[in-house]
């Protein structure tokens, strides 16, 4: 099948590609490049030496046989350009990756913040509205997130984008309805996965359009079953106070001998998943499209739920670390549980990747192999979510 | 108090600002004249001979004595121009009706559908951000739609933004959630009022603004006790298939001969609220600001709901015309019933301006006075919602 993947220089997106591609789908890359300009603002790079999309794509040639295609293209602002690619490569399915997604950077100043909202949004409504305009009938797979439940503890697990909820109706009698989890995103990046869902239930509901939202837990690990097959493959690993997520964080700390950092104690449980997981979680979804239709389709991408200050014991005590606990920059709830259904992904065929030493060794070689291109002040996140989170965190 | 009032040229801004002005309030408009230029897109123009800003300032003066201060500015794209209007003026109040509010306007084309988002989000989201940059504790009122809401029958009266519901927790046991009311908007327009809601949320949570959301029903009427005292003071009156609210349109119909235009059976029940009353209930949700902290205040704008055939049965034989049905070019349903609550307007002090034959009589009087300036070509609604409407409304 023909399938393009938006945002396929990404650190998720990348993988994804590879791992469609080696699995028969006739894929076309979509990107702005807008990630590595990032790097570039932020003075931050990739662990791991990421090549160019060039090179990328000719070492997978090199390595496979295999060929995938390219288009540079900005989602949120060459809305023409996207309607003609559209119109020609006629994609199967369209994987939706091309979206800011670091929290911290979300919140880093008013100009992130509105930045985000203008790609996300923009980005999104622009490919819904092209898809309308060509008529097409792909299937798009979106990349959401967990977040958009929100983090305060909540007495159930949580299901998959949709709760049964009853109230009484004028009579007094009972009535119930299925509806979107009522959202509570915590940033700006995730308020515009929250808005992302009306989106979609708007185009799913007027045009017809097939639609699956997966909501993403936090990704750790940096290769996969494809990214290993040539070093030019190798897929990029953050380790930023913005871009890096909690557990390759720990896992770069750990290996250069930083103290990990925990923000606030530590107690906020979050949903975990492999990349390796993420890319087959991507392939699943693609293929399951002919089970979409009438209301969009939402899946919990997750295989596991983890306090923080759990994970950050488990690295200290696997790797050898001292735990920090800084002021958190977040607003947020200090402490909370949290457990996620996905009986979804799992009833088409997921077998999770669960966190286990082995694969923490992995992650913590690579941050030995290029420790020298760690720049230790880039560590700290010092993005705040308001006033009184900088007060907190800047105070000397 | 000061008091900003952005899209102050339009239908409701402009009579707002000046029965706040009429109020004491030290009133500057902002707004960039898109719905003016919209008028020239469209080749449309509003029934009644509105005055440019300035001539409409200078008549307010010279009737009233008071001063309205202006500022062009584009919300959703002039950002450092917000922030320092808004460090300059340090307004009370900030009241938000800024945003492209059309339903077929927005279902257009492609190109109407993403000029809706980038204007209404991009200039929400501006105004939010820029009131957090600037520290300002001003009290935001936007105005937001019943539309929200939905328009499927649903058996309860609407509440006011908030829906109290219960679902089972892990246990088994009740577990009762104050939620955001599910929302389901009917079109782009109605769509980007339901993000609103999640962008005041995030902003009400993360930064401690205060926000009042009106879910306004449709419109009816066109002058207010301000804008009847000087001709150059009119209010603008839309009768066109975009811009013209239903029963605004059926009085135009009426007054030129022209069949009254029902789209379907005419079983779909509206909330309505008469012009009068819109200004009034602004200067009391604008006047109870102190009231709001801690999240958003959304409240029901409306005075009585009807169902579109009994409207028009209404006009028909109250200034005698026929009722044509034609094909509807909303994917909505055909029949709803509807009820909503306003029990905190009225606890305000609202007084309802119900629907009246008088009153009828009143705006009928100036679609005939003025009824030389009608283009019978623009009364017809030419936007489809998909595909499936267009076939229908266009069919030969």
């Given at each position: 099948m023909?399938?393009?993947?938006?945002?396929?220089?990404?650190?998720?997106?990348?993988?994804?590609a590879l791992h469609l591609s080696a699995h028969g789908h006739e894929v076309t890359i979509v990107?702005?490049?807008?990630?590595?300009?990032?790097?570039?603002?932020?003075?931050?790079?990739?662990?791991?030496?990421?090549?160019?999309?060039d090179e990328r794509v000719q070492a997978w040639h090199d390595a496979t046989g295999r060929d995938i295609g390219f288009a540079e293209l900005d989602l949120a602002h060459d809305y023409d350009d996207l309607v003609d690619l559209l119109s020609t490569v006629r994609p199967d399915a369209v994987v939706h990756f091309a979206e800011q997604r670091a929290a911290p950077y979300s919140m880093k100043s008013p100009a992130h913040k509105r930045y985000t909202v203008d790609n996300n949004l923009g980005g999104t409504h622009n490919l819904l509205a092209a898809l309308v305009q060509v008529g097409l009938d792909a299937h798009l797979v979106h990349l959401g997130t967990m977040g958009v439940y929100g983090y305060e503890s909540v007495p159930v697990d949580l299901p998959?984008?949709?709760?049964?909820?009853?109230?009484?109706?004028?009579?007094?009698?009972?009535?119930?309805?299925?509806?979107?989890?009522?959202?509570?995103?915590?940033?700006?990046?995730?308020?515009?996965k929250s808005l992302d869902q009306l989106l979609f239930q708007f185009y799913a509901r007027n045009?017809?359009?097939?639609?699956t939202d997966l909501?993403?837990?936090?990704?750790?690990?940096?290769?996969?079953?494809?990214?290993?097959?040539?070093?030019?493959?190798?897929?990029?690993?953050?380790y930023?106070?913005?871009?890096?997520?909690?557990?390759?964080?720990?896992?770069?700390?750990?290996?250069?001998?930083?103290?990990l950092t925990v923000h606030g104690s530590g107690g906020q449980t979050r949903a975990f998943i492999n990349i390796r997981d993420?890319?087959?979680?991507?392939?699943?979804?693609?293929?399951?499209?002919?089970?979409?239709?009438?209301?969009?389709?939402?899946?919990?991408?997750?295989?596991?739920?983890?306090?923080?200050?759990?994970?950050?014991?488990?690295?200290?005590?696997?790797?050898?670390?001292?735990?920090?606990?800084?002021?958190?920059?977040?607003a947020e709830a200090d402490t909370n549980d949290l457990?996620?259904?996905?009986?979804?992904?799992?009833?088409?065929?997921?077998?999770?990747?669960?966190?286990?030493?082995?694969?923490?060794?992995?992650?913590?070689d690579i941050a030995r192999k290029y420790s020298d291109r760690i720049d230790h002040t880039l560590i700290p996140c010092t993005s705040y979510w308001n006033d009184r989170r900088r007060a907190e965190g800047t105070r000397p």
């Open positions: 023909r399938t393009l993947v938006l945002g396929g220089d990404g650190f998720c997106g990348w993988p994804s990107d702005n490049f807008s990630r590595r300009r990032i790097d570039d603002e932020l003075g931050a790079r990739s662990l791991t030496p990421i090549r160019s999309l998959e984008g949709y709760l049964t909820v009853r109230y009484p109706d004028r009579d007094g009698h009972e009535h119930t309805r299925d509806i979107l989890y009522p959202t509570q995103p915590g940033s700006v990046y995730h308020l515009t045009d017809g359009l097939r639609i909501h993403q837990g936090i990704v750790w690990g940096t290769q996969t079953d494809e990214t290993v097959l040539d070093d030019r493959l190798i897929n990029r690993f953050d930023d106070g913005d871009y890096g997520t909690v557990l390759n964080r720990f896992l770069v700390q750990a290996a250069v001998g930083y103290p993420t890319v087959r979680c991507i392939r699943l979804a693609v293929e399951s499209g002919a089970e979409v239709s009438g209301r969009v389709r939402v899946m919990n991408q997750v295989t596991e739920s983890h306090r923080i200050s759990e994970l950050a014991d488990l690295v200290a005590q696997t790797l050898g670390a001292t735990v920090d606990h800084l002021p958190n920059p977040r457990s996620a259904r996905n009986d979804q992904l799992l009833g088409l065929g997921l077998e999770p990747t669960k966190l286990a030493a082995g694969l923490l060794t992995e992650s913590s």
